[in-house]
């Protein structure tokens, strides 16, 4: 199932004629990312990790599989795009903490995060189908929390910013505060490694610091 409903974010002049791009993401981090890329591209919302049945049990591949799903399912319906999807979950002691259900739940797992190291995984995808080309990877970063009382774990649920992301946490803004020490990609834990998509763009001759100094030039 997808949600038709299309959101364009409109770059500094790129000239996408060979190349339409789709993110097939509701993600507002994930959409904010690539427009600081000045990439052109359109939002079409796929469905596909809702029904995950059985996925492997390695964390970077469980991202990759979902991630791919997702695209593919796009990739499918508009076979000439470049597809664009990204999964992310947060690891602790081999537990794997996904978006909250509620709030007792976000305290659960800031409580359980408080003080330890972390890992958290984006898988990325890019499938252009019509070429039959897909890409796919996976990045890790490793985070650390300070210590947290329980009256800022309250406080910082009461913010509802941990209520949508994965961990509980969103490190890209008030969650900032929980963070002690990070090891890797900072963008990767906001959602989307963006060091390892521009790589995996080039494969499909995407040159995103082309695109932005042409994109400077214009502007």
């Known amino acids: 199932m997808v949600d038709d409903s299309r ?7 790129m000239d996408l004629s060979t190349h339409r791009l789709i993110l097939a993401s509701a993600s507002p981090r994930r ?10 591209f359109e939002i079409l919302v796929s469905n596909a990790e809702e029904s995950k ?3 492997p049990d390695s964390p970077g591949e469980q991202v990759m599989e979902l991630a791919a799903r997702k695209a593919g399912e796009i990739a499918g319906l508009h ?7 990204a999964d992310t979950i947060v690891v602790a002691e081999k537990q794997i903490l996904g978006k909250p259900g509620d709030e007792e739940d976000a305290r659960r797992m800031l409580s359980f995060l408080s003080g330890r190291w972390h890992e958290v995984y984006t ?14 990877d996976y990045e890790r970063t490793r985070v650390k929390f300070r210590p947290l009382s329980r009256e800022e774990i309250d406080r910082y649920i ?7 992301k994965a961990g509980a946490y969103g490190i890209q803004g008030l969650g900032a505060v929980l963070v002690e020490r990070i090891e890797g990609c900072y963008f990767n834990v906001v959602g989307l490694p963006l060091t390892k998509l521009t790589l995996m763009l080039k494969e499909f001759d995407v040159e995103v610091l082309e695109v932005s100094s042409n994109a400077q030039k214009g502007h």
């Open 7 to 13: 959101v364009h974010a409109y770059s500094r002049g």
């Open 123 to 136: 898988g990325v995808a890019l499938v252009k189908a019509a070429e039959k080309k897909r890409l796919v």
């Open 158 to 164: 009461r913010s509802g910013e941990p209520m949508d």
């Open 79 to 85: 076979p000439d795009a470049l597809v664009i999807a």
């Open 31 to 40: 959409r904010e990312l690539l427009r600081m890329l000045g990439l052109d």
């Open 53 to 55: 049945g059985e996925l």
